[in-house]
Nanobody
Framework: QVQLVESGGGLVQPGGSLRLSCAAS??????????MRWYRQAPGKARELVAG????????VYADSVKGRFTISRDNSKNTIYLQMNSLKVEDTAAYYC????????????WGQGTQVTVSS
């Protein structure tokens, strides 16, 4: 059973910063073989990809709406990924979800339970 546990969400004022973490664990789970992603979902809206990082960390992708403000990173020694969020805006308010994805002989796709980020004055 693979577990992804997010933390670091909370209430922050516009312009502020937060750092989300996602710790991965599980029997037989090889963290370094998974691409890792952060998604978010605001009330009444579809879940959207925020940022992704390749299995060894050499490639990152970002949604246009967060480029230059958010940074995704991973620490393979800790089986953890991070999302540093700076210059937060009200429209960044959402539940943020961690995702682990691997496509080889089969597709492995795991999700965390989410952490709430609220940006409000």
């Amino acid at each position: 059973q693979v577990q992804l546990v997010e933390s670091g969400g909370g209430l922050v004022q516009p312009g502020g910063s937060l750092r989300l973490s996602c710790a991965a664990s599980g029997s037989g789970f090889i963290f370094t073989t998974y691409a890792m992603r952060w998604y978010r979902q605001a009330p009444g809206k579809a879940r959207e990809l925020v940022a992704g990082i390749s299995s060894v960390g050499g490639v990152t992708v970002y949604a246009d709406s967060v480029k230059g403000r958010f940074t995704i990173s991973r620490d393979n020694s800790k089986n953890t990924i991070y999302l540093q969020m700076n210059s937060l805006k009200v429209e960044d308010t959402a539940a943020y979800y961690c995702n682990a994805y691997r496509s080889s002989v089969t597709i492995n796709d795991y999700w965390g339970q989410g952490t709430q980020v609220t940006v409000s004055s």
